[in-house]
């Protein structure tokens, strides 16, 4: 497994910008899938973006547009930038591992994960 620490959440107001970043150690993310979930109180852990080896992005529906997801295999990092945030993107936000060459959007093809952090838009 890799371990991942993210950083950069806060609160924000609606319309803001903030972007989240994760740092792995233990491995090299090169030959990993990375992804971003995030989990309101009450609510399931849902997916907002990932990427696969070579690039290949998904993203969710409600993020689409306003979301970026990155990586930089030399610094062993992934980044979310989030622009136009919306109340209701307000979560914990989850970095994630998974040994996949192609993006996968499902909790469970995940190994490893991140503590999370918060992020808070205010309407």
């Known amino acids: 497994q890799v371990q991942l620490v993210e950083s950069g959440g806060g609160l924000v107001q609606a319309g803001g910008s903030l972007r989240l970043s994760c740092v792995a150690s233990g491995r090299t993310i090169s030959k990993t899938s990375m992804a971003w979930f995030r989990q309101a109180p009450g609510k399931e852990r849902d997916i907002v973006a990932a990427?696969?080896?070579?690039?290949?992005?998904y993203y969710a529906g409600s993020v689409k547009g306003r979301f970026t997801i990155s990586r930089d295999n030399a610094k062993n990092t992934v980044a979310l930038q989030m622009n136009s945030l919306k109340p209701e993107d307000t979560a914990v936000y989850y970095c994630?591992?998974?040994?996949?060459?192609?993006?996968?959007?499902?909790?469970?093809?995940?190994?490893?994960w991140g503590q999370g952090t918060q992020v808070t838009v205010s309407s």
């Open positions: 990427i696969g080896w070579g690039g290949l992005t």
């Open positions: 994630a591992a998974a040994a996949t060459i192609l993006p996968v959007t499902t909790p469970d093809r995940y190994d490893s």
